[in-house]
């Protein structure tokens, strides 16, 4: 995948394509905290397509507000393709979206639950309009904490546009 040659077109495309298919997203965000939104919300027209968002930076909020479960979270910690699976499909239930994203995983300084700095995970969920059904994509970025945080959302957005823009 090629990083986008001017990152402030990546967000506009992305929420331009949405409204073209008439598609509404959401966001489910632990790494990010809400940067994701934020930057698909800088877009003038995002109203048309972004539904909201949870920032869930904590596991209980991931369990109570996406119904992330539990015993998931317990055994193997935020860091995981299924939890972040989980968040995506529980933004788009929360909020009615016909498209879920989420982000969940090590930003640092240091490690985090066993998982280096740079260890991400993105939900996809929505992949088929009709029927649903999710993913998660794995991400391993280089660099220091914001580095981290602004190459997710830009990855994200990619993927959004490869899959549904």
Request: hydrophobic fraction near 40%; aromatic fraction near 2%; glycine fraction near 14%.
């Amino acid at each position: 995948m090629t990083e986008p040659s001017a990152p402030r077109d990546l967000p506009a495309a992305v929420v331009h394509g949405l409204l073209r298919r008439g598609l509404t997203v959401a966001t489910a965000e632990s790494l990010t905290a809400g940067m994701l939104a934020g930057t698909l919300a800088e877009v003038p027209g995002a109203s048309g397509t972004l539904q909201g968002g949870v920032i869930a930076y904590q596991n209980h909020v991931k369990q109570t507000l996406l119904g992330v479960d539990a015993e998931l979270l317990a055994r193997h910690g935020a860091v995981h393709p299924e939890v972040a699976r989980q968040m995506a499909e529980g933004a788009r239930r929360a909020t009615g979206a016909d498209v879920g994203l989420a982000t969940t995983g090590v930003a640092g300084p240091e490690p985090h639950q066993g998982q280096p700095v740079g260890t991400v995970y993105v939900g996809l969920a929505g992949l088929d309009r009709e029927a649903g059904g999710s993913e998660a994509v794995l991400l391993r970025l280089d660099g220091d904490r914001q580095e981290v945080r602004r190459a997710t959302v830009l990855r994200t957005l990619q993927a959004i546009l490869d899959r549904w823009a």
